[in-house]
């Protein structure tokens, strides 16, 4: 932690003075139980993305109607995160985490055993509710089981590289099982998972204990929720039918008007969801700002190299998802680095160098021509520009959870969850409409345009960012304060 940060408070046990880096036994286990149930929910992001034709034509579904096996997960992981946040501060993390782990071993039991459409669908909806119970749950367990320091920076690191991984490994996953098995086994893997999770899990994992229980904030959580679930379905509406299509801007608007309400309702309630002194924290709005922009740039990115390799390039769908693990391995690696580059410079540090390399390392791919002379440079830039994603989000994650008192820790967590899975669910579209708005003959022009603006904005990000992000615990002591207070 920089010496920027805030010291130490003098009612924390001493050995939270001098954090040590290593893991106790116990927090080995514990972290190795949090990582596999994260990496599984990554990974269930992507998986049936290349099995959705063969799910369509064994189920029966309607070509258009097959996004909604994507939308539907999505649609509940991020509309529901915030809310399971507080949730999680509220009523206990390891109770929730169990819950949704549960809850994703028998959705994905369903899953695997559909027989019909709708009953897809609803498997997939229990995903989606699970994962917005356990991110935030996992996450908060993590910030509060590690006293901020190296630790919980290297914690953080690993979890950033095993879910920035999975996102790649669904795809490639999702390949080899459809093409050697069944698409079922996507659904299937995730119950075995669901039940080690489980056993091993109330042994391992410890959390504080709770002081006394604030009440819920039903409006703002109700108002909140709903606003994440019209903004996602606004986003992914725009991906399929574009943005001019009054199913995309219709929802976003409804989604503008009910952040709004929610605003007002947190500036008015005693006991609001998100304590007004905790967002006026530039560490806090302005590091998740850069986890949605770091996710969003590079997660989109991903899908034009997809098609770049496939359309352009003419590779096999299992063949482009084995190329793009070269990216994925670069994560790993930025998840393992990043804490040492937290530790000898600052979060703001890395969030801003790991951008603008990630701009660096992008940019040359916005001239990539139709020849497959390309891979190669391909290769090496995608894995650069994964190592420096890594770092960058890392440091958001950093930046947004430190200073934050233990109870509310959850927010913290669902408010970097959400920025997150928004992240995903905006940069596609928007770099999907760039690619295909060019009038050509190819798709190639499109893709080196969109490219192009990816990594513009990728250095635009980092720059504001540059400018506006505070170290965390140099926001003034009256506003956390009074975040503390009204939480």
């Not at 669908?121 to 993590?142: C, D, E, H, K, N």
């Not at 914690?155 to 098995?181: E, I, K, Q």
């Not at 793009?324 to 990043?338: C, N, Y």
């Not at 992000?469 to 207070?485: D, E, I, K």
Request: aromatic residues 6%; proline residues 6%; positive net charge.
């Amino acid at each position: 932690m920089s010496t920027a940060e805030a010291p130490p408070s003098p009612s924390r046990p001493s050995s939270m003075n001098a954090p040590a880096e290593r893991f106790t036994p116990i927090q080995t286990i514990a972290m190795a139980v949090l990582l596999t149930a994260n990496f599984t929910l990554a990974v269930d992001f992507s998986i049936l993305n290349v099995a959705l034709p063969h799910i369509g034509a064994e189920l029966g579904f309607a070509t258009s109607a097959l996004q909604w096996i994507v939308t539907s997960f999505a649609l509940c992981a991020a509309g529901f995160t915030l809310f399971f946040g507080r949730v999680a501060d509220l009523f206990g993390r390891k109770r929730l985490f169990l819950i949704g782990i549960v809850l994703l071993g028998v959705a994905s039991l369903a899953g695997g055993l559909a027989t019909e459409p709708s009953l897809l669908i609803i498997a997939r909806i229990g995903q989606g509710v699970a994962t917005a119970m356990v991110t935030p749950a996992a996450l908060s367990l993590m910030t509060t089981m590690f006293p901020e320091g190296p630790a919980r920076s290297k914690a953080l690191g690993l979890n950033g590289a095993l879910m920035a991984a999975g996102f790649t490994a669904g795809a490639v996953l999702g390949g080899l099982l459809t093409g050697a098995v069944s698409w079922r086994w996507a659904f299937f893997i995730n119950v075995i998972v669901a039940l080690a999770v489980v056993l091993i899990a109330p042994v391992v994992l410890r959390e504080p204990a709770r002081g006394a229980r604030p009440r819920l904030d039903v409006p703002g959580a109700a108002t909140i929720t709903l606003a994440l679930v019209a903004l996602v379905l606004g986003i992914d509406t725009a991906g399929h039918a574009g943005w001019a299509h009054p199913g995309a801007w219709g929802p976003i608007l409804a989604a503008l008007v009910l952040f709004a309400v929610f605003l007002a309702i947190e500036s008015r309630v005693a006991e609001p969801m998100v304590a007004p002194g905790l967002l006026r924290r530039r560490s806090i709005g302005w590091g998740n700002t850069a986890g949605l922009l770091a996710f969003g740039t590079f997660t989109s990115l991903v899908f034009l190299l997809t098609l770049y390799l496939q359309e352009v390039l003419g590779y096999s769908a299992i063949t482009a998802g084995l190329i793009l693990g070269v990216l994925g391995i670069g994560t790993v690696i930025g998840g393992l680095v990043a804490p040492k580059i937290i530790g000898r410079t600052s979060a703001k540090t890395a969030i801003v160098a790991g951008l603008m390399v990630q701009a660096a390392a992008t940019a040359p791919l916005a001239f990539a021509g139709g020849d497959r002379a390309w891979l190669v440079p391909l290769l090496i830039l995608t894995f650069v520009g994964g190592i420096a994603n890594l770092v960058a989000i890392v440091g958001y994650v950093v930046a947004a959870t430190s200073g934050v008192p233990a109870h509310q820790q959850g927010l913290a967590t669902g408010l970097v969850t959400m920025s997150q899975q928004v992240g995903i669910a905006l940069g596609t579209p928007v770099m999907s409409a760039i690619a295909t708005g060019v009038a050509a003959a190819t798709l190639l022009p499109g893709l080196q345009l969109a490219i192009g603006v990816n990594a513009a904005v990728a250095v635009a990000a980092a720059v504001v960012l540059a400018i506006f992000l505070r170290r965390p615990g140099t926001a003034p002591a009256t506003a956390l304060q009074s975040g503390a207070a009204a939480a």
